[in-house]
């Protein structure tokens, strides 16, 4: 099992930025990538990014690239999501997820974590 953890949410203006950080613990051993999605009540769950845990392959949702940049320490077992150049409608739950093989099947799931961003 893997446990993930969510933190670094909050308010910020547009145009500002914010970190947000994964906290992975467990079997991590068996984590293949590390997924962020973002949802927005009433919406559908939207792809963010994705970053492959040793190899450190990154990939992107159209809506952020430019903007969003994904990155791991795989010595202290976090994923983080910088994000720069905000605007309000990245205004989510932003959750991060870790699947076990290259498909994208996401095993496991954090609780999520709040990022408002007020015009």
């Known amino acids: 099992q893997v446990q993930l953890v969510e933190s670094g949410g909050g308010l910020v203006q547009a145009g500002g930025s914010l970190r947000l950080s994964c906290a992975a613990s467990?079997?991590?051993?068996?984590?293949?990538?590390v997924y962020w999605f973002r949802q927005v009540p009433g919406k559908e769950r939207e792809f963010v990014a994705r970053i492959n845990w040793n190899a450190g392959n990154t990939y992107y949702g159209d809506s952020v690239k430019g903007r969003f940049t994904v990155s791991r320490d795989n010595a202290k077992k976090m994923a983080y999501l910088q994000m720069n150049s905000l605007k309000p409608e990245d205004t989510a739950v932003y959750y991060c997820?870790?699947?076990?093989?290259?498909?994208?099947?996401?095993?496991?799931w954090g609780q999520g974590t709040q990022v408002t961003v007020s015009s």
């Open positions: 997820a870790a699947g076990t093989s290259m498909a994208d099947v996401y095993n496991y």
């Open positions: 467990g079997r991590t051993s068996i984590m293949y990538a």
